[in-house]
């Protein structure tokens, strides 16, 4: 990247400019924003004094549905701009920088404020600020301070500090970090390993691709300490190969780390070896699962194997192994800088700290939000999320992606937290947060979740391998307008089964989605088995579209959006649909301006 | 710790267990039966059929006891209602992606599916869907794959991996669609196959079956004659399925203290010879330019008159014997010791040395 820009010209005392380059930003195109800003200043001459890169790289900020975000920082004030482009960059250069003037029509809005100021950052913090590439940005604020301080502690005592924050496992579960790494201390083997499960599979989930995109020193760092308290001089990072820019971050910052003896023989100039090895995923969902990633990491088909023993105990090649999702590990190096005691007074106190979570779906403010543990649902969704997408209704929320359960929106005062998940039938799994108004069909929404799982689904064990399987065929028969009387009976008594049978977490947890969209909107399912119809008129096979005599307008855009000819209509007359004629594609629905099409 | 004894209770009956040992293995051992499918002793636990969930008593979901380890004054119960629900919709999944053949399936009356299909009265018409419609492999000399029928419990795959070390087939695939196979399904013999069949011997279904035995006999027709290989010296066992007078096939013993159930090529199929017309059934003895049949006492007499001559004649040092490694350990021990003691010679030896 040109960015050292060694020019001659008017000096620009205090100038930075933070481009947003997590996937979501490079996405939007914010390469060619870089590049845009580095020609421009650079035909402008302009160069900055105070920071070496005048355009900075940052990772992602969260908020991915206005990217590619911008900030223009001068003499301390920053103006963030919004959905910038590579051809806005010219009249931001020219009004704001050249003459001091932001162009006020594309800075971001209030939503990008409440967005922002209505969350907890202190894992995020740093995400969308430092340079990820730059191992000395992340010294700046106080990065590997954590470990430091911990390698002249004795391990029990850094397992002591973690156990008083309170920190439990961000991959789902929420098994108590400090009681993991004990375990692991304590369980008899050489050599043991510390593991970070960075294979990220949930559909619509990507808080640990952006920490580390943003911030992967936190996870070198919080893998340094956790390695040094269970005794390992080996750690892994199992990370997706569909993250490559994840990947790249993660190589050079370890690179950078071995170079500065944070990582190899005798790191931080003490008596203790570790380091990192970096072992790409290659697809597999349920390698996510712990025991089955471990199969993986030895080079084996991912396949869960059933517990005890725990990985603790018996975990990689046979040996103690500590494995921690990202998140998890990326909070600790905050518990070893500044305490367990302050880390335990963000949430509540069986479930403290901040978590990320994946705001999707028909809500305002899509993005990564971190809030802290036993938030009320209600405030993620109105007041950081900005409330439901063109001001419909919210019908539920579904959260732990394929594995979790929804909840609709009468609890939406529930708070969000490990035990008040499980309680409802959900969970927290890795923090996808799905938000669904009311032109969602939950069976629908189910039936995507299940497929996802059954088509993911090992094929170890009878009843994730055929039951989920059989469980996608009863929804898609409900769903295509075939479903049978005792179909919800059918699958309530299949899903009781699986997750009561199941080898692995997979498919324990694989018809959460069913299960309770039956218990909360049984009704929904039950209109489309005995009335034949969809609710939500998302069902292509239940639809039967008429025209209203009432809101027809007698415009003929239905006529002329038509593919099959099964409208008709003449100048001066209401149209009528031919159901014989009628392949269901929708397109009148969406052409018409009235909303006469029902 | 390894030499404690644990005390568990399986169904009210105390049995002493050793630590490590499972739940399936206690049970076992005491004659109580809990049904399973990927279990095989040969194997390592694995847990994939969940067909042998048991109650612990405290535990709310139910354990598979294949895996589930032995823990002092555990109580298991090995059938309840809910369990005995479970096992059987586990069945009916199983066979709703089952071709219903058994009526011309080989392995009918030697199938645990249909064993177990029997047991809890199931059926797969209750989850009625997609079926496997794969082409039946017949591209190995010995082995019919016909993976329409196969259940996944994975032995097939574990056996050729964990016992044979050949590492001819895996699981392949995902979700449904996950089947043993070679690698890119190529032909076994493509891929390291040994043809030794072991495979064939712990598939619990008709997915695996021996060429050679096809149409000749059913499972309850064949009578089973246990025998020892004459193939080596290691001296597995195996048992000889035979019909009418004819071997059929040959089958694991897995009571056998030697091989434990496993054989080779050679044990498990090499057996054509034995009804073979250029098999010579009689002693025979040369007299001029002819062979001619005798009896055995005949022949013996002849064989001991002509050793008794030589010794008298040139002294011990002048005869001596030489076995075959394909006489079991008893019959070389037998030779060697008439020559040491009767014949009084060192002139001993066996081919396998060589």
């Known amino acids: 990247m040109p960015t050292k820009t060694k020019l001659r010209g008017p000096e620009i005392s205090d100038l930075m400019i933070k481009v947003c380059v997590g996937t979501g930003g490079l996405a939007a195109g914010s390469r060619e924003v870089i590049e845009e800003f580095d020609r421009q200043l650079r035909s402008k001459g302009i160069r900055a004094t105070i920071v070496k890169k005048c355009v900075n790289k940052t990772g992602c900020r969260g908020f991915c549905a206005r990217d590619v975000l911008v900030d223009v920082i001068r003499n301390g004030r920053p103006d963030t701009y919004e959905l910038v482009t590579a051809d806005r960059v010219a009249r931001i250069v020219e009004e704001h920088i050249v003459q001091g003037e932001p162009v006020q029509e594309w800075l971001v809005g209030p939503e990008y404020h409440d967005f922002h100021d209505k969350q907890t950052k202190i894992l995020l913090r740093q995400c969308g600020q430092i340079d990820p590439e730059d191992i000395e940005a992340y010294i700046a604020i106080r990065g590997y301070k954590g470990a430091k301080k911990s390698l002249a502690l004795d ?63 936190a996870v070198i760092e919080g893998m340094i300490i956790g390695g040094y308290a269970v005794g390992a001089n080996l750690g892994y990072v199992y990370i997706r190969a569909e993250y490559p820019l994840a990947v790249e971050r993660l190589k050079i910052a370890l690179d950078q780390a071995r170079k500065k003896n944070f990582l190899g023989k005798k790191i931080f100039r003490s008596e203790y070896d570790f380091d990192i090895k970096i072992k790409l995923g290659a697809g597999a969902f349920v390698c996510g699962e712990s025991t089955a990633l471990m199969r993986s990491i030895e080079g084996e088909r991912g396949l869960p194997r059933p517990t005890p023993p725990r990985s603790v105990t018996k975990g990689l090649w046979g040996k103690p192994t500590a494995l921690n999702n990202v998140e998890t590990l990326a909070n600790v190096p905050l518990i070893m800088s500044k305490g367990g005691k302050w880390f335990a007074t963000f949430g509540t106190p069986k479930n403290t700290g901040t978590k990320v979570f994946a705001l999707t779906g028909k809500v305002k403010n899509t993005g990564l939000i971190e809030v802290p543990l036993g938030i009320p649902l209600k405030e993620i969704i109105f007041d950081i999320g900005g409330g439901v997408e063109k001001n419909r209704s919210l019908k539920a929320v579904q959260t732990g992606g ?38 969602t069909c939950m069976v629908d929404m189910s039936k995507f979740f299940l497929a996802f799982t059954e088509s993911e689904s090992c094929g170890k064990c009878v009843p994730c391998r055929i039951g989920t399987k059989r469980m996608l065929e009863i929804l898609e028969r409900i769903t ?40 909360f909107f049984r009704e929904e399912y039950e209109a489309h088995i005995h009335d034949g119809v969809c609710p939500s008129r998302v069902c292509k096979a ?37 159901r014989t004629k009628c392949i269901k594609c929708g397109a009148c629905y969406d052409a018409c301006p009235f909303d006469a099409i029902l | 710790m390894a030499d404690r004894i ?31 499918l990927c279990d095989d002793d040969r194997l390592e636990a694995y847990g994939g059929c969940r067909l042998c969930l048991v109650h612990v008593k405290g535990v709310p979901r139910p354990l598979p006891a294949c895996t589930t380890p032995v823990a002092d004054r555990m109580e298991v119960t090995t059938e309840t209602d809910s369990i005995r629900k479970i096992r059987k919709n586990i069945i009916e999944l199983l066979l709703s992606n089952h071709p219903n053949d058994c009526m011309r399936c080989e392995a009918t009356g030697d199938c645990t599916l249909q064993d177990l299909s029997y047991e809890y009265g199931a059926d797969g018409t209750r989850f009625a869907g997609e079926k496997w419609d794969l082409p039946i492999r017949e591209d190995n000399p010995f082995i019919t794959y016909d993976p329409n029928k196969c259940i996944l ?19 392949t695939g995902r979700g449904f669609n996950a089947m043993p196979d070679t690698s890119f399904g190529q032909p076994r013999s493509l891929k390291n196959c040994e043809f030794c069949g072991q495979c064939v011997s712990t598939c619990p279904t008709g997915a695996l079956t021996d060429k050679k035995g096809k149409g000749k006999g059913r499972a309850y027709e064949l009578t089973k004659v246990r025998t020892t290989c004459s193939y080596c010296g290691t001296g597995c066992n195996f048992d000889l399925n035979v019909k009418d007078g004819r071997v059929v096939k040959v089958t694991s013993a897995y009571d056998a203290p030697v091989n434990h159930g496993n054989l080779c090529v050679k044990g498990r199929y090499g057996y054509d010879f034995i009804h073979s017309f250029e098999r010579i059934r009689k002693p025979l003895v040369r007299k001029g330019d002819k062979f001619k049949e005798v009896s055995w006492d005949e022949a013996l007499e002849y064989v001991a008159q002509k050793f008794k001559s030589l010794l008298k004649k040139y002294g011990p040092s002048a005869v001596g014997a030489f076995s075959s490694s394909r006489c079991t350990n008893e019959e070389n021990f037998l030779i060697s010791k008439l020559v040491r003691t009767v014949f009084r010679s060192n002139n001993v030896d066996n081919c396998a040395r060589v």
């Not at chain 1, 002591?160 to 579960?173: C, T």
């Not at chain 1, 990507?206 to 020193?217: K, L, V």
């Not at chain 1, 209203?548 to 099959?564: D, I, T, V, W």
Request: proline share 5%; net charge neutral; with cysteine.
């Open chain 1, 480 to 519: 295509e307008g075939r479903g049978r009387k005792n179909d919800i009976d059918l699958l309530i008594e299949l899903g009781t089964d699986i997750k009561l049978a199941s080898l692995c977490g997979l498919g324990r947890s694989a018809p959460n989605p069913v299960l309770s969209t039956i218990q």
């Open chain 1, 155 to 217: 391990p029990y005592e850094v397992i002591e500090e973690v156990r008083l924050s309170g920190l439990r496992g961000r991959g789902g579960a929420g098994f108590l970090t400090g009681m993991k790494w004990e375990f692991c201390r304590k369980s008899p083997g050489d050599p043991k390993y510390i593991i970070c499960n960075a294979d990220e599979g949930d559909p619509g989930a990507f808080m640990d691709r952006s920490i580390i995109e943003g911030n992967p020193h």
């Open chain 2, 153 to 171: 419990c994975g032995r097939c795959t574990r056996i050729c991996n964990e016992v044979v070390m050949a590492g001819t087939i895996s699981l």
């Open chain 1, 542 to 578: 239940l639809r039967q579209y008429t025209v209203s005599e009432e809101l027809c307008r007698m415009c003929g855009k239905c006529f002329r959006a038509c593919p099959s000819e099964a409208i008709a209509w003449e100048k001066k007359q209401k149209a009528v649909i031919d």
């Open chain 2, 6 to 36: 644990i005390k568990i209770k399986i169904n009210s009956k105390e049995i002493s267990c050793k630590h490590h040992e499972t739940v399936l293995h206690a049970a076992k051992r005491a004659g109580i039966y809990i049904p399973t």
């Open chain 1, 402 to 439: 394929p594995s979790g359960g929804c909840i609709p929106a009468s609890h939406i005062d529930m708070p969000v937290d490990f035990d008040s998940l499980s309680r409802i039938g959900s969970m927290m799994g890795s923090g996808g947060m799905v938000v669904m108004d009311e032109t």
